[in-house]
């Protein structure tokens, strides 16, 4: 296959990352959530693996199987059984409306294109095209972490905006060090392990993983 095919493929995979934000934006279901997350992971990681193929940055096979390993498989299932364990499978509640959520959406991505375009401009690498989409899914994911009340969610919103970062960094240097990304990952495990115990503490003061909950802990 030639590189421009191959390039075609990574851009309509940027694309799917595109819509897979969306798609979490107006996700109302803990579980529906988590299971965008992991497409989103897929998605990535079979990016990174072609632009790897296609271009002989062969560290890019070790960040896509790390990503494969952790963000498709590992986390998804924890998230699915402290899901279970707590009970909360139910709707999220965004603090803003799902059709102005999207239509926030819409003039970020906007926003992200226009930003992205004198950067792309710079940049040598053969993913330059889908930078814009990489920093619109980083401002996409913001929004989400934003404008949900509860844990889960908000944590879900902050590894999708870590999946959009190694996608922007990979569009414009094809990605980081592999120390680097070890690194960031186990910090990120890290994070999810400690958030957990923070999920049933919660859960188990307040009888709901609604962070609102968490002003009664202010000093009155």
């Known amino acids: 296959m030639t590189l421009s095919y191959h390039l075609q493929i990574v851009n309509l995979l940027a694309a799917l990352l595109l819509l897979i934000s969306f798609a979490m934006l107006s996700q109302r279901r803990i579980t529906g959530l988590i299971t965008l997350f992991a497409w989103q992971g897929a998605a990535l990681a079979a990016s990174t693996a072609l ?29 699915y059984r402290i899901v279970k364990k707590l009970d909360v499978d139910r709707d999220v509640e965004p603090m803003i409306n799902i059709p102005t959520t999207m239509l926030i959406g819409i003039v970020l991505v906007i926003f992200a294109f226009n930003l992205a375009l004198p950067i792309s401009e710079l940049s040598g690498t053969v993913m330059r095209s889908t930078l814009g989409i990489a920093l619109a899914c980083v401002l996409l994911a913001f929004l989400m972490m934003i404008t949900r009340k509860k844990a889960i969610p908000q944590v879900i919103g902050f590894l ?49 993983l609604d962070l609102k909950h968490m002003e009664k802990l202010k000093e009155k």
């Not at 790897?52 to 070790?62: K, N």
């Not at 060090?177 to 070890?182: A, D, G, I, Q, T």
Request: hydrophobic letters at 60%; aromatic letters at 18%; zero cysteines.
């Open 51 to 79: 632009v790897a193929w296609s271009t002989h940055q062969h560290h890019l096979y070790y960040s896509a199987a790390l990503t494969l390993v952790l963000k498709v498989i590992a986390m998804p299932w924890y998230f």
């Open 160 to 208: 999708a905006m870590e999946n959009s970062l190694f996608f922007a960094a990979t569009s414009a240097t094809y990605g980081m060090p592999l120390v680097v990304e070890l690194g960031v990952a186990l910090d990120v495990m890290v994070g999810v392990f400690v958030l957990s115990i923070f999920f049933f503490q919660i859960r188990e003061t307040f009888d709901s």
